[in-house]
């Protein structure tokens, strides 16, 4: 649907300064998504520490001509002659408003879904299920924010005929603004977890504030045998019609009689409404899967879905993959792959997070794709929008796989482009052995087969795997930000190998994040990540004297803390002929280690810095030796006044700004107070809160398999030098992971434990170089099973406590031949 910008002009109330005609059919809020300028209305919205308003000018040289803005920009006539610029108050509240009114044009049933866990899967599978009888319109992927609901909203037009929207909050308040873009006439409730909890008082606040998003919806659909939602349901004022199910009460309006699992999947016998009984089959046989299925099925019986066609659709129900996944391939390639499914908006979505990646110049930009999957269109039509879009977006190869994108293969106006109609010929062809050097995005709908295709591209070494769930990065860095006012700039530690997890998808997640500084121990990290795109301001925190050259090429901040590094800093930058070379400078205000002593060098390093050019100080920090403990507050007082004092002499020696810092991780949380103009975050990044060995959000999941399984008698022994006594008659698994990957050995003969399908399992016997044995006596497991060693459900903790060390030495002592996975919604 097409607005007209004096529409849009009258819809959000803004004053319009430009008197350019425009039509616009795509909003957009962040800059890098741009795709189709002309038609393209940029939302300038300002967050805690982001300005859409600075994109501006680089917006309006791609094309850009309509702004909602805060601020007008000065001299606009002369500087933006063509544009028009609709000044609001909030540009947020603005693009909510559009999003509202473009939902008044409809009248039809808009399924509303909130909740803490489910939401993507309820959706998803809604959309599987209604999809064949009607045209539904909904949320790409998780867009469930105060941006993302009002952008998936927008997405309705003419042909919707349902529309199935995601909501979620994450603190009070929000919801109001969300019920009144969505405005459900079935509201869904999947259920009331933890996550967020940390900004509600209570379980009932955040039930409460769900529930406001249920408040004027025709249907509300949820758990009856939830104690806690039906116990404020209770004293919520809800006129509608309560559309519960249970497993207890033959009343409910779902009553599910009978929960039948088998090998692969459930059946679920109901009664719907005092009807007929009926029953559905799910190709699952999780507990979460089975409530989706439930909360899926009341809302389709109600659009009028009859119960065979229930059936027979959720027969075909298909997993929802979550997340992006980013995996390192044969011969240079980097594959994304994303089997999330295979419409033409998640194309645009998938094609938009292949072009952030900052991977090395060079690459060639791939895309495999199979047919798209999607009804109501005309081939020829559809295959001409996807020529555009993967035109505009970038794409330099296209591999078409499938019968329809064969037959439409000239529509398609790439270049290097082949077609295939089955995944078999083309892994049989020279383009599949051709590969090389690429960023591959792998798009396929399930029935094509691609997993076969990306089984083959990865390298495949060793069966054990640490797994980087980046998006909980991405919380843990907000909830640091949280205490940091947003004008605080932010240092992340990614030395170690960002602390074992893999420093180059770190840094291009924070890099993306806007982080304004990275900082690795030596030069030669920083060059690596030069080399694969990153361009942040990089800090090196252990320069080494024969690593200075290094370091200029590649924009490299050295720390300085002795005058002999200075000097020798100094002599080096001299000879390059470079001048205001940034550095940063340490004081040692207690640790003892390296750097400055504030006492007594400062006016010496004052006069040295003075009576040169060659470099700069761009900043001057210390370092906390305590601040993760209470009982050091006095010590860490006493750091905080001698780094104030001597910093500020610094400073006070220059006419350029110098930025201060010395707040770690455990320091931001319990000393914002001491924030200054920047801080530095480690270990919180990673998932560990240094203040009480908690976990805030797990980022590292470390995972192996059962190689092999076998009954040990009583009187045994397992393990090199008879260590492992055995008691009883047990089941033992070996697994491919030893002391040489990081798994270390202090850890064996039943000291620590792993988890094999959620239960613990004891390491017996000594743990060898590359294998260890584990007690799986009484759990259901079979060879090939997944074991986890530390992550998700196994804090780090727990290993580093029996260690009786810190989590960053299990961290960073996983081996580098453990292949790191990524992951990204
Ligand atoms: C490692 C390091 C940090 C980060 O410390 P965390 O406790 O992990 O937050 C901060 N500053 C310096 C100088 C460091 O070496």
Not at 79 to 95: H, Q, R, T
Not at 506 to 525: C, F, M, N, P, S
Not at 569 to 593: C, Q
Request: charged fraction near 25%; proline fraction near 4%; charge should be negative.
């Amino acid at each position: 649907m097409i607005y007209t910008i004096e529409k849009i002009t009258t819809l959000i109330g803004a004053r319009r300064f430009g008197e350019e005609n425009a039509n616009i059919g795509f909003l957009l809020t962040d800059s890098r998504s741009l795709c189709f300028p002309e038609e393209t209305l940029f939302f300038a919205l300002k967050s805690g520490r982001n300005d859409g308003h600075h994109y501006i000018p680089e917006l309006y040289r791609r094309g850009v001509r309509n702004f909602v803005v805060e601020d007008v920009p000065e001299n606009m006539e002369q500087v933006y002659p063509k544009a028009n610029f609709l000044k609001v108050i909030n540009s947020l509240e603005a693009l909510q408003r559009l999003a509202e009114r473009h939902r008044d044009e409809f009248n039809i049933p808009v399924v509303g879904i909130a909740g803490s866990n489910g939401k993507t899967m309820v959706k998803e599978w809604l959309y599987q299920i209604l999809s064949p009888n009607m045209h539904v319109t909904r949320s790409p992927r998780s867009y469930n924010s105060q941006i993302g609901v009002p952008l998936s909203v927008w997405l309705m037009n003419e042909q919707t005929q349902v529309g199935v929207f995601e909501a979620g909050i994450s603190k009070p308040g929000e919801m109001l603004a969300l019920r009144d873009i969505v405005q459900p006439s079935i509201a869904v409730l999947t259920n009331i977890g933890t996550a967020h909890q940390e900004n509600f008082s209570s379980m009932e606040e955040k039930c409460h504030e769900k529930l406001i998003f249920f408040h004027d919806a025709e249907k509300m659909v949820y758990d009856g045998d939830d104690t806690l939602v039906t116990k404020v349901l209770a004293t919520f004022d809800y006129k509608g019609e309560k559309l519960y199910w249970s497993l207890k009460d033959k009343t409910a309006p779902l009553y599910i009689k009978a929960v039948e699992k088998k090998d692969t999947a459930t059946t679920i016998t109901y009664i719907y409404k005092g009807g007929e009984e009926n029953r559905y089959s799910i190709p699952f046989i999780d507990k979460a899967s089975i409530t989706n299925s439930v909360t899926c099925a009341i809302v389709a019986l109600q659009l009028g879905i009859t119960p065979d066609q229930l059936d027979e659709r959720m027969q075909l129900l298909e997993p929802v993959a979550m997340r992006m996944e980013v995996k390192e391939g044969r011969h240079g390639c980097t594959l994304i792959n994303d089997s999330y499914n295979s419409d033409f908006k998640s194309l645009d979505i998938a094609l938009d997070f292949m072009n952030r990646r900052p991977d090395h110049k060079g690459r060639t930009r791939t895309l495999i794709l199979s047919d798209i999957v999607q009804s109501g269109e005309q081939p020829e039509k559809l295959y001409r929008e996807v020529s555009d879009l993967v035109c505009k977006r970038g794409v330099e190869k296209f591999i078409g796989i499938g019968p329809v994108m064969f037959s439409q293969r000239d529509n398609i106006q790439v270049a290097d482009k082949s077609f295939f109609t089955t995944v078999k010929e083309f892994i049989h062809s020279p383009v599949f052995d051709n590969l090389h050097d690429e960023v591959i995005l792998i798009k396929g709908a399930r029935q094509f087969g691609f997993d076969r295709i990306t089984e083959l591209l990865v390298q495949k070494v060793h069966e054990t795997v640490l797994e980087v769930n980046l998006n909980a990065m991405v919380d843990n860095l907000n909830y640091y930000r949280s205490f940091m006012k947003p004008e605080t700039k932010l240092v992340c530690m990614i030395k170690a190998d960002a602390y074992g997890a893999g420093s180059v998808e770190i840094a291009k997640t924070l890099q993306e994040h806007r982080v304004d500084y990275l900082a690795v121990a030596v030069a030669d990290e920083g060059a690596m990540l030069r080399g694969n795109g990153i361009t942040s301001n990089i800090m090196i925190m252990n320069p080494e004297m024969s690593a200075f050259k290094t370091m200029f090429d590649n924009d490299l901040e050295p720390e300085v803390y002795s005058f002999r590094l200075l000097d020798a800093l100094v002599k080096a930058a001299e000879m390059e002929g470079i001048t205001d070379y940034p550095v940063h400078i340490k004081l040692d205000t207690g640790m003892h280690r390296l750097g400055f002593d504030p006492e007594h060098d400062m006016e010496e390093l004052i006069s040295r810095l003075k009576h040169q050019n060659a470099v700069i100080p761009r900043s001057v920090f210390s370092h906390f030796v305590g601040s993760d403990s209470d009982n050091f507050d006095e010590f860490s007082a006493h750091q905080f006044e001698l780094f104030d004092k001597a910093s500020r002499q610094l400073q006070a020696a220059f006419d350029h700004k110098i930025l201060r810092h010395i707040d770690n991780s455990a320091g931001i949380e319990h000393f914002p107070e001491r924030q200054l103009d920047m801080c530095r975050l480690g270990l919180g990044l990673y998932g560990i809160n240094p203040r009480n060995n908690g976990v805030i959000n797990n980022v590292s999941t470390l995972k192996t398999t059962i190689l092999q399984l076998r009954h040990v008698k009583a009187g045994d022994t397992v393990g090199y030098s008879r260590k492992g006594t055995i008691e009883h008659d047990s089941v033992i698994a070996a697994i491919p992971i030893g002391y040489a990957d990081g798994l270390n050995r202090h850890l064996g003969n039943r000291r620590c434990y792993c988890l094999v399908n959620g239960q613990r399992a004891q390491y017996v016997g000594n743990i060898c170089m590359d294998v260890a044995m584990i007690d799986v006596t009484g759990i259901d497991c079979k060879e090939g099973d997944s074991v986890e060693i530390f992550g998700d459900n196994l804090p780090v903790t727990v290993l580093s406590d029996v260690l009786d060390t810190i989590p960053y030495e299990v961290l960073t002592g996983i081996s580098n031949r453990v292949k790191r996975i990524y992951f990204q919604d």
